[in-house]
């Protein structure tokens, strides 16, 4: 089964930038749909971005749409998430996932994808 390791969180200033990465390895990439997750302590997991097998399609959380671009090099089994106009309300950490469930266009249900990272920790603080 995939797996998937992300990096590039980090603290970063309200209005700053930072830019999200998601290695995956034992992966067939047109066979998955991606996703970015989020979760702060005490509160249920969010669907953040997703993107389709072919990258043609992508979904947004309506608190991220316009602020966050999601995207994948599949010759590089890498997914991104660029994170920009960061809110101390998007604290939490940033999780990819992989779905081999979905069959067309992407979705921000969690229960979807089958495979997890293990998360980077995004910090927005003065």
């Known amino acids: 089964q995939p797996q998937y390791v992300e990096s590039g969180g980090g603290l970063v200033q309200p209005g700053g930038s930072l830019n999200l990465s998601c290695a995956v390895t034992?992966?067939?990439?047109?066979?998955?749909?991606l996703g970015w997750f989020r979760q702060v302590p005490g509160k249920e997991r969010e669907g953040v971005s997703c993107?389709?097998?072919?990258?043609?399609?992508?979904n947004y959380a309506d608190s991220v749409k316009g602020r966050f671009t999601i995207s994948r090099d599949d010759s590089k089994k890498m997914v991104y998430l660029q994170l920009t106009s960061l809110r101390p309300e998007d604290t939490a950490v940033y999780y990819c996932?992989?779905?081999?469930?979905?069959?067309?266009?992407?979705?921000?249900?969690?229960?979807?994808?089958?495979?997890w990272g293990q998360g980077t920790q995004v910090t927005v603080a003065a």
């Open positions: 034992r992966f067939t990439p047109n066979l998955y749909v």
């Open positions: 996932a992989g779905s081999r469930s979905l069959l067309s266009g992407c979705d921000l249900a969690d229960s979807w994808y089958e495979d």
């Open positions: 993107i389709g097998r072919t990258g043609s399609n992508t």
